[in-house]
Nanobody
Framework: QVQLVESGGGLVQAGGSLRLSCAASGRTFSSYAMGWFRQAPGKEREFVAVISWSGGTTYYADSVKGRFTISRDNAKNTVYLQMNSLKPEDTAVYYC????????????WGQGTQVTVSS
């Protein structure tokens, strides 16, 4: 069982930056790939970024590539999402999720943190 708690959301002006954190419980954090997703009002949840269990591989949605950076600190059981050059269309609830090795789905999800970008 893995419990995930996001933090770091808030209100920021367009062009600004925020760093989201996702703290995980359990001693097996390093065996999970970690992803960030977001859901805007009236829209479906969408993929943002993912990082492998070792941190050696990352992948981003085209909409955030070059602006967002995902990273992890396995010693702190935490994954981060650094968001720069924020746009109003980045406004959403952001969720982190954990995917076990060999699994095709994300088994564990956090409660989400709101990010609002004003124009």
């Amino acid at each position: 069982q893995v419990q995930l708690v996001e933090s770091g959301g808030g209100l920021v002006q367009a062009g600004g930056s925020l760093r989201l954190s996702c703290a995980a419980s359990g001693r097996t954090f390093s065996s999970y790939a970690m992803g960030w997703f977001r859901q805007a009002p009236g829209k479906e949840r969408e993929f943002v970024a993912v990082i492998s269990w070792s941190g050696g591989t990352t992948y981003y949605a085209d909409s955030v590539k070059g602006r967002f950076t995902i990273s992890r600190d396995n010693a702190k059981n935490t994954v981060y999402l650094q968001m720069n050059s924020l746009k109003p269309e980045d406004t959403a609830v952001y969720y982190c999720a954990a995917q076990a090795k060999g699994s095709s789905r994300y088994e564990y999800w956090g409660q989400g943190t709101q990010v609002t970008v004003s124009s």
